[in-house]
C-alpha cells in the first residue's frame, strides 16, 4: 500500500506562479523516480516534469525554463515550481512514483490529482 499526498493547487493569475508537492507513504523500499503529468479536458496525459532519486530530470517541452522540479529524498517528496504559468498549463496535475515497494516488486503510483487553474 502506497498514498502519495499531493498539495498546492489552486487558481492563479497568468504570469504567475504555484508551488506543487506531493509525499510518497507506505510500503515502500525505495523510490526511483517521482514525477508531474497534466490533464487538461479532451486531451491526453503528458508529461510535465520527472526527476530521479539521483537527481535527473526530465521535462516536457511546454514547460521548458518555466517549471522547476526538486525532491527531497529523506522525505520521499517532489516539488513542482511553476512560474510563469500560462492558461495553457490548467489542467489536472497528477503526482506519479517509479517505486520498489517492500515486497521488492517495481511499481507505478498515482496521485488523486490536483487541479491547477490559470485565469484572469
Known amino acids: 500500500q502506497v498514498q502519495l499526498v499531493e498539495s498546492g493547487g489552486g487558481l492563479v493569475q497568468p504570469g504567475g506562479s504555484l508551488r506543487l508537492s506531493c509525499a510518497a507513504s507506505g510500503s515502500i523500499f525505495s523510490i526511483n523516480a517521482m514525477g508531474w503529468y497534466r490533464q487538461a479536458p479532451g486531451k491526453q496525459r503528458e508529461l510535465v516534469a520527472a526527476i530521479t532519486s539521483g537527481g535527473s530530470t526530465k521535462y516536457g517541452d511546454s514547460v521548458k525554463g518555466r517549471f522547476t522540479i526538486s525532491r527531497d529524498n529523506a522525505k520521499n517528496t517532489v516539488y513542482l515550481q511553476m512560474n510563469s504559468l500560462k492558461p495553457e498549463d490548467t489542467a489536472v496535475y497528477y503526482c506519479?512514483?517509479?517505486?520498489?515497494?517492500?515486497?521488492?516488486?517495481?511499481?507505478?503510483?498515482w496521485g488523486q490529482g490536483t487541479q491547477v487553474t490559470v485565469s484572469s
Open positions: 506519479n512514483a517509479d517505486l520498489t515497494a517492500t515486497n521488492g516488486y517495481e511499481y507505478h503510483y
